[in-house]
């Protein structure tokens, strides 16, 4: 078992509320876009390379990869925080 850290739970900081929430908003868009594109198929939509299609076609292969970096950015950040509480404690 790991012993607890003597000063209690490790502040959350700045940088880990901006990377989890711009991950988890890049994520939700990219997820609205995938049901815009399957949505809009029997709504009527049958070219896709004009207006504001292309971006919402291409944002989820963009946005997802993004996503994942992000958290896995914060989970190392994390890690790595908590380490050198424990450590110093």
Request: a positive charge; proline letters at 7%.
């Amino acid at each position: 078992m790991s012993t607890p850290t003597s000063g209690g739970d490790v502040p959350i900081r700045t940088v880990d509320r901006f990377l989890a929430f711009t991950a988890l908003g890049l994520a939700a868009a990219a997820i609205v876009c995938f049901f815009a594109v399957i949505i809009a198929r029997p709504a009527g939509v049958t070219d896709f390379s004009e207006g504001i299609w292309p971006l919402i076609v291409l944002f989820p292969a963009i946005a997802l990869p993004l996503a994942f970096i992000m958290i896995v950015i914060l989970l190392i950040v994390s890690f790595v925080r908590r380490a050198r509480a424990n450590r110093e404690g």
